[in-house]
């Protein structure tokens, strides 16, 4: 297989050799690199690699060039090589323009010149975007395919286990292609054993639940140790944050996740607003991160196991999970965040996970190519996720209740997407039926302003709604708002309502039971930002350092 290619462009001959010299010395053994010394060459090149199939992974280009700017080539880039990686070499005057290619080209990165040591200011960051490419364009020998049918409420929450816990798979759907019924027959599978999941090492799975899923990639499904100082439940900002933090300072910490790492906020397509990340960051690419941050302080990661139950056994809390071994630690954090809330109209459930999904992962946009998409919601979650489908389907309806969409999305999302010219914004109307019958064919809508209902034909559509927290696993020890979101710190009820049994006050993330604290979405009155919950997630490691100095 040929070696995907960084381009290099600069108008200088001898920096152009310059640059070439450095990226060849570190990434020579594993990429093509090739370079040109103006736009209009670059593009030819360009050219000549997409008619060959041979991947680009990076442009790395000047800014300043005659006939053609770095920008101006860049945007011609993405057009023709969409999910190339763009960095910019700039001078310090032209950051301005560099910082406005961020929202125009979706440019990946700029670094000012020079670019020198390479190994403090040009390798690190590069090495960032080909990790990301390279995530995104795995080696066909080592992918996982799913065998299945595209309107399968199974076979899409495989897909969606794969995505979310990045798994790189390659989709064959059955009916379209040489390569799925081969597989079918030697899996000796019929249309109720879909979907079948090949893995690299010959296994094949036919219709495997999540557990047996992580188990067979070896994933890891259950705690190592009998004892822990903190159990995380939840693996979202709040809950990841905390494993950061906790592991780095020498906790025995384990986190549970019934689904996958990253929760609501991993499944955004782009997290624009974070600190510290100007062109914003993919929710999948935080959470990989994250994790990966984690786990190399030593925190364990516990998948694909329901959390059931919660006991307290003297000094020690309890966790019960469906189908495993009690997790005991010497301290708890709930941070299981919230699920989207159904939607309630009649025939939407018996369309779900074939045609209607709650959620979306940026990955499922490209699906839906050329097709009109409904997405029901008004929040920042559902304007992201009006973006990324923008970028594959024909058209794009965002469905708000309320009269206005600024009243509760952020402005920069309100300002993209009313400037999308796929994407169109209903107001003041609701979904009030689904119909279909092996799919969604079509949705009733009506409209508040006018009191009109309309039928119009879809095969998609996606909710993000409302915020429901599942906490009843907590039982009746860990007090909670008639919602189910807990109650922490100064929103507890008085000392002798609630049984307290320590002489101190509860702690400001700290339950109704001490020892037992809550992060993020899950708490009642959280902010529902990920800047937050990850606040949270380490302001919490640190309540539980000094719960732990006084047992």
Same mark, same amino acid.
């Given at each position: ?222 705690? @190592?140790?009998?004892?822990? =100082?903190?159990? %995380? *439940? !939840? +693996? ?5 944050? $905390? &494993?950061?933090?906790? #592991? ?118 490209? @699906?839906?190519?050329?097709? =009109?998409?409904? %997405? *029901? !919601? +008004? ?5 992201? $996720? &009006?973006?990324?489908? #923008? ?128 992060? !993020? ?11 937050? #919950? ?18």
């Amino acid at each position: 297989m040929a070696k995907p290619v960084i381009l290099a462009v600069d108008d200088d001959a001898a920096v152009a050799a310059a640059v070439v010299r450095d990226l060849r010395t570190q990434y020579g053994a594993d990429y093509r690199v090739v370079r040109a010394t103006s736009g209009p060459e670059a593009l030819e090149l360009l050219a000549d690699l997409v008619l060959k199939d041979r991947p680009v992974a990076a442009v790395v280009t000047d800014q300043r060039m005659p006939g053609m700017t770095g920008i101006d080539l860049l945007q011609e880039v993405r057009r023709q090589s969409p999910e190339s990686k763009l960095l910019l070499l700039t001078a310090y005057a032209d950051t301005d323009v560099a910082i406005q290619a961020i929202n125009d080209i979706a440019l990946d990165y700029y670094l000012m010149k020079p670019w020198d040591p390479p190994e403090e200011r040009l390798y690190p960051v590069l090495d960032e975007l080909l990790e990301d490419w390279l995530r995104a364009h795995p080696d066909r020998e080592s992918e996982v395919r799913v065998v299945g049918h595209r309107w399968s409420e199974r076979t899409h929450d495989v897909k969606s286990f794969l995505a979310h816990n990045h798994v790189p798979y390659r989709w064959l759907e059955v009916d379209h292609g040489d390569e799925a019924d081969r597989l079918l027959d030697l899996a000796g599978a019929g249309v109720d054993d879909l979907p079948v999941v090949a893995l690299p090492d010959g296994t094949l799975l036919r219709a495997p639940t999540p557990l047996a899923l992580a188990d067979a990639l070896g994933l890891r499904t259950t705690a @190592q140790r009998p004892l822990y =100082d903190l159990c %995380i *439940v !939840g +693996a979202g900002p709040a809950g990841l944050a $905390a &494993a950061v933090y906790a #592991a780095s300072e020498g906790l025995q910490t384990v986190v549970v996740e019934r689904d996958a790492p990253g929760g609501q906020a991993g499944q955004s397509a782009s997290i624009e607003n974070y600190l510290g990340f100007p062109k914003g960051l993919s929710g999948a690419d935080l959470t990989h991160r994250a994790v990966a941050q984690a786990s190399r302080f030593g925190a364990e990661m516990v998948l694909a196991r329901d959390v059931i139950g919660f006991e307290p056994r003297g000094p020690v809390r309890a966790v019960l999970l469906d189908g495993s071994a009690d997790i005991e630690a010497h301290a708890v954090l709930v941070a299981t965040g919230v699920s989207y809330r159904r939607l309630e109209a009649p025939g939407l459930d018996g369309v779900v996970g074939r045609g209607v999904y709650y959620g979306a992962s940026a990955s499922e946009a490209s @699906q839906t190519l050329d097709e =009109d998409v409904y %997405i *029901v !919601g +008004a929040a920042n979650s559902a304007g992201q $996720a &009006a973006l990324n489908f #923008a970028r594959y389907a024909r058209r794009v309806v965002l469905l708000v209740r309320g009269t206005r969409l600024e009243a509760s999305m952020s402005q920069y999302l309100v300002t993209r997407i009313r400037a999308a010219e796929n994407v169109e914004v209903r107001l003041c109307t609701r979904v009030v039926a689904a119909n279909g019958g092996e799919h969604l064919e079509s949705i009733t809508l009506a409209d508040a302003a006018t009191g009109t209902e309309e039928e119009v034909a879809t095969n998609w559509l996606f909710v993000f709604i409302g915020a429901a927290p599942r906490t009843d696993w907590l039982g009746d020890e860990v007090a909670r708002d008639a919602h189910g979101f807990v109650l922490t710190g100064p929103e507890l009820p008085p000392a002798p309502d609630i049984g307290w049994p320590v002489d101190r006050s509860p702690y400001a993330l700290e339950t109704s039971v001490p020892g037992v604290f809550a992060a !993020g979405d899950v708490r009642l009155d959280s902010m529902k930002r990920v800047a937050s #919950a990850v606040g949270e997630g380490a302001m919490a490691v640190y309540l539980v350092h000094r719960y732990l100095a006084t047992v």
